[in-house]
């Protein structure tokens, strides 16, 4: 049974999570052209209003305003609030699985480059480089820590090389950002983990791509943003190696 002690500390997660997911959205939002992060008040798209701080509640705005700016009444993005959600929810899975340690600091920190790095491509089609290269240099860094240099550094050669020779082989498929992208999951995963998001995100793509062609909303010579489908595997494999790695010996032992 939960207790009251744990409730607070889950609910405390989620709103740390809803106000990083809520500067995530000032990222998403500002990244692609170079605007300021810093010294940028927050602004509606629409009319450039300046908003005030009752506007930028986490979800709570939204959820009031119901979802439409307070000075020009058009409708507010849908990915603001399920960026937070996002947020909230990865966070509380994070904490779920690795506890109060660092690896919940850094999994947080994985996790806010992935949701900015896939919403930046839903909504641009691009994934900043300031961004990825952040990625790669946390990634190697934070190794010290966790899975080592050396197997950060395989980890950033193997997705970079992959994924680099599936864009040539493409002739353009796959774009420099989703390649970017892979570096800087290789240098958080290490050689096995990438391996892993390799196998996963591959399955994730081919079902979409699959799905699209039957829909008709695809051809076989449209581009597929694959930035969120890498992220989805990242995630998936940064909470789970163990499991995976325990499957695919149970496959191949059988």
């Not at 998403?28 to 009752?54: D, V």
């Not at 089609?125 to 820590?145: C, K």
């Not at 051809?219 to 190696?241: C, D, E, N, Q, R």
């Amino acid at each position: 049974m939960i207790t009251l002690i744990e409730i607070i500390v889950y609910l405390g997660i989620f709103i740390i999570g809803l106000i990083i997911g809520s500067f995530l959205n000032v990222l998403i939002s500002r990244l692609p052209y170079k605007e300021s992060i810093i010294f940028s008040r927050s602004y509606c798209l629409q009319c450039k209003k300046k908003l005030k701080p009752f506007d930028l509640i986490p979800l709570v705005s939204f959820l009031i305003t119901k979802g439409r700016c307070r000075y020009c009444n058009k409708s507010i993005s849908w990915y603001y609030p399920l960026v937070e959600i996002i947020t909230a929810v990865c966070f509380i899975l994070i904490f779920v699985e690795h506890n109060l340690s660092l690896n919940l600091l850094i999994g947080c920190l994985l996790v806010s480059i992935l949701i900015c790095s896939s919403f930046t491509d839903i909504t641009t089609g691009l994934i900043p480089n300031r961004l990825t290269y952040f990625g790669v240099i946390a990634g190697l860094s934070l190794s010290y820590f966790t899975i080592g240099l050396k197997e950060s550094l395989l980890g950033i050669a193997f997705l970079f090389g992959i994924y680099l020779l599936a864009a040539i082989i493409s002739q353009g498929g796959l774009g420099g950002g989703d390649i970017k992208l892979a570096a800087a999951i290789g240098a958080f995963t290490g050689l096995k983990g990438s391996f892993f998001v390799f196998i996963i995100a591959s399955i994730i793509g081919g079902v979409w791509a699959s799905l699209l062609l039957i829909s008709k909303k695809a051809s076989l010579k449209t581009a597929i943003k694959f930035g969120p489908i890498l992220s989805i595997a990242a995630f998936i494999v940064w909470m789970y190696l163990e499991q995976l790695i325990n499957l695919y010996m149970s496959i191949i032992l059988n």
